[in-house]
């Protein structure tokens, strides 16, 4: 009986304990932590760009929830899970971090969502696209926000193979998020009738493409797909240009393209080609409103990836608010429950996996001659169903869905 008193009471106190330091939280305001690619490979799309896009989410709720100032924090990852981690474990240890957002790299994104798992901190992806964050590692304390290799494989290589182009050769990044894509693009090309007649991949940050297009040339593949991203996709086309793969009549198809990507290679180089996008800063008033703030601080108009990070920090302030306490339960309720109502959400809703489920576009990449202003890049071809991008929860492997 003593040992049980004992064991009540070391629970009670454990539970007040943690009753407090939720108190403490809430009574010093919420503390925003930005995981970012600062230097590295999506720099450009992702980073500093990131940091502004959180920033403005914060300014356009006011600077304060439940009365009290919120703050943010910003680190570079380097694309290594050691360093991720090691500085999300501190962040929300010791710095007070209630949220993480963005991390882009799906390696290190999978090791932070072990942390925040263990820690009970939200953490909000909008720039890794393994979906093994919202199906063998899904956790309640995770959202998987933009987008998802599922989903931007499905859209862009059903409508190439739909257009007959049935043999494919997949040049892809030789980590978590390139493996995942290749896999889903195989997947997809493969339900549509189509053959994956060989895939190759290569090192992240990779300077030297020769070998991989010689490959891919050699393969006889109507497409070739590249399925990395930020500079190793830029890198992959201006060589695929070079080795003279559009001339010898294979194309590309870029299974992730981002805007900072088709303004780096240009439009000529760029032109017709097709690919997914869960939004555009020209889609709406509100898109091109909120663009118009970014590039005053940028120079240009947020990706894709940044604009996940606004709406995120924007969707997770808001139920803040409504929930009354940064509680990371109590907060992941709400925003689950919660409609996401920013301007660059079609149609978006938290499953109970983590997956932010939305509509998305199929996009083709202008002439230069379409194109009449500045970032003017994409013609939005149609839109997409979300339910049709998302894999059905009964074919899920996440232990939170319910069968």
């Not at 570079?76 to 999300?88: A, E, F, L, T």
């Not at 990070?309 to 969707?315: G, L, P, W």
Request: proline share 4%; aromatic share 8%.
């Amino acid at each position: 009986m003593r040992q049980q008193f004992l064991r009540r009471a070391a629970l009670g106190v454990s539970l007040a304990l943690a009753g407090l330091a939720a108190q403490a939280n809430d009574a010093d305001g919420v503390k925003i932590g930005v995981l970012t690619d600062m230097a590295g490979v999506t720099a450009d799309a992702t980073g500093r760009g990131s940091v502004e896009a959180a920033r403005l989410a914060i300014e356009e709720l006011g600077g304060s929830v439940l009365g009290k100032p919120v703050s943010l924090v910003s680190g570079d990852h380097q694309h290594r899970p050691d360093i991720g981690s090691g500085m999300v474990r501190k962040w929300y240890d010791t710095d007070g971090v209630d949220v993480v957002v963005d991390v882009p790299n799906s390696s290190v994104a999978l090791a932070v969502q072990g942390i925040a798992r263990e820690k009970k901190k939200l953490v909000l992806f909008s720039s890794p696209g393994t979906t093994a964050l919202t199906q063998a590692q899904c956790s309640p304390y995770g959202v998987q926000w933009t987008y998802t290799t599922y989903a931007l494989s499905r859209g862009t290589a059903t409508a190439v193979v739909k257009e007959g182009n049935k043999r494919w050769f997949i040049l892809a990044s030789d980590y978590a998020f390139g493996k995942q894509l290749a896999a889903d693009t195989e997947t997809v090309v493969k339900a549509n009738g189509g053959e994956v007649v060989g895939t190759v991949f290569h090192p992240l940050n990779a300077s030297d493409f020769a070998s991989f297009l010689l490959q891919a040339q050699a393969s006889k593949a109507q497409i070739i797909a590249v399925a990395n991203a930020g500079g190793d996709t830029i890198s992959a086309i201006k060589q695929a240009a070079e080795f003279g793969i559009a001339s010898g009549g294979q194309k590309l198809a870029a299974m992730l393209l981002l805007l900072t990507d088709v303004h780096s290679l240009g439009l000529q180089a760029a032109q017709h080609t097709y690919l997914t996008v869960p939004s555009y800063w020209d889609m709406n008033d509100g898109t091109r409103a909120f663009s118009k703030k970014f590039e005053a601080r940028l120079g240009r108009p947020p990706t894709f990836l940044q604009a996940g990070v606004y709406s995120s920090v924007r969707h997770y302030l808001r139920a803040v608010q409504a929930a009354g306490t940064t509680d990371s339960d109590a907060v992941m309720a709400k925003m689950k429950s919660m409609p996401i109502d920013d301007p660059f959400s079609l149609n978006a809703h938290i499953r109970e996996d983590g997956l932010v489920v939305r509509d998305m576009m199929l996009a083709q990449v202008k002439s230069p001659d379409q194109s009449k202003a500045p970032w003017d890049y994409y013609n939005i071809v149609r839109t997409i169903p979300g339910d049709s991008l998302a894999w059905p929860l009964s074919e899920s492997q996440c232990p939170l869905v319910k069968k």
